[in-house]
């Protein structure tokens, strides 16, 4: 556990803002983290993805493992040297792809077979081996493997995933050697009663932080806000809180509403790639017609390069000229804008105006 602490700096309300010190770095709470699936946010290299105010990137432990394998990236010197990124890296556990692909061929008590999506091969992924490989990729938070049933399951079905999630924890943790810390994750869904017999289970554990699994998998938004809240309060104050897989700017003001401190999506870079952009008036397409002449920036309040640079008409013509350059801008916009959105939920909290930032975000455009 060297090197790790989290530290509460304010509060308003529920909302927190604190630090989590990793061996790599410091990050201020509530924080978001951009997905590298393959070890790469797509289409923006790390001095960018930095120059934006990413403090730390969230890489797939399933896909490294595939290709080009982790004993290959441990032999190169490990992650962050080899995508260049000097700060913090998360790494899921591989589970959530492998259970929700249809490469799945085996799942027991001892672990799951699937197998690859690239070559077809049979790989096994166990609690121990998930910690293995983030290990060898030298994560500084690493997850546990833990079942995600895929919905709609059954409450049966959430239940003995739960339980299984909660032996997998155990022997998680155990069999994890660092280099950074391991996080429990809570599941049960959206039921209530089986939210707080995982939450009790997986704290008493006693991990450095907690994620709250098995939410954003298609439940309505008032849903996820719903059990977000609910669970955020059956973990302990003084450790990391992280949400996985949320998702839309608005899910995210209301979970640090909640007291959540940390955010994972693919939804900033991949609805860059489809055009579809955020801005401070809201969602934009760029595709549309309407942008064809339009010589304004994409969102006249944004400081990124791309919005002080080029018009919504270029962008357009990008688009839909399948320039490569497309996907360039429109992701480092997209990635300015939900990082902007953090720092502006830290200083809110810290200044004791979070009600108020929630409620003008919140109110209807
Ligand atoms: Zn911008």
Known sequence: MTGFAFELTHRDGLARRGRMTTPHGAVETPAFMPVGPQGAVKAVTSDELAAYGTQIVLANTYHLHVRPGHELIAELGGLHRFMNWSGPILTDSGGFQVFSMKGLTKLDEDGVTFRSHIDGSL????????????????????????????????????????????????????????????????????????????????????????????????????????????????????????????????????????????????????????????????????????????????????????????????????????EILASRLNTIHNLAFYLGLMMKLREAVASGSFAAFRETFLAPR
């Open 123 to 322: 790989h096994r992924l166990t609690p121990e081996s998930s910690m293995e490989i983030q290990s060898a990729l030298g994560s500084d938070v690493a997850m546990v493997l833990d079942h995600c049933p895929p919905l709609p399951a059954a409450r049966d079905e959430v239940e003995l995933a739960s339980k299984r999630t909660t032996r997998w924890a155990r022997r998680s943790r155990d069999a994890y050697r660092g280099p950074g810390v391991p996080f429990g994750i809570v599941q049960g869904g959206t039921d209530e009663a089986l939210r707080e017999r995982s939450a009790a289970e997986i704290v008493a554990l006693d991990f450095p932080g907690y994620a709250i699994g098995g939410v954003s998998v298609g439940e309505p938004p008032e849903a996820i806000a719903r059990v977000a809240r609910f669970t955020a309060e059956l973990l302990p104050e003084a450790r990391p809180r992280y949400l996985m897989g949320v998702g839309r700017p608005e899910d995210l003001v209301e979970a640090v509403a909640a007291g959540i401190d940390l955010f994972d999506c693919v939804m900033p870079t991949r609805n860059a790639r489809n055009g579809t952009l955020f801005t401070s008036e809201g969602k934009l397409n760029i595709k549309r017609e309407q942008y064809r002449r339009d010589p304004s920036p994409l969102d006249p309040s944004c400081g990124c390069e791309t919005c002080a640079h080029y018009s919504r008409a270029y962008l357009r013509h990008l688009f839909v000229s399948n």
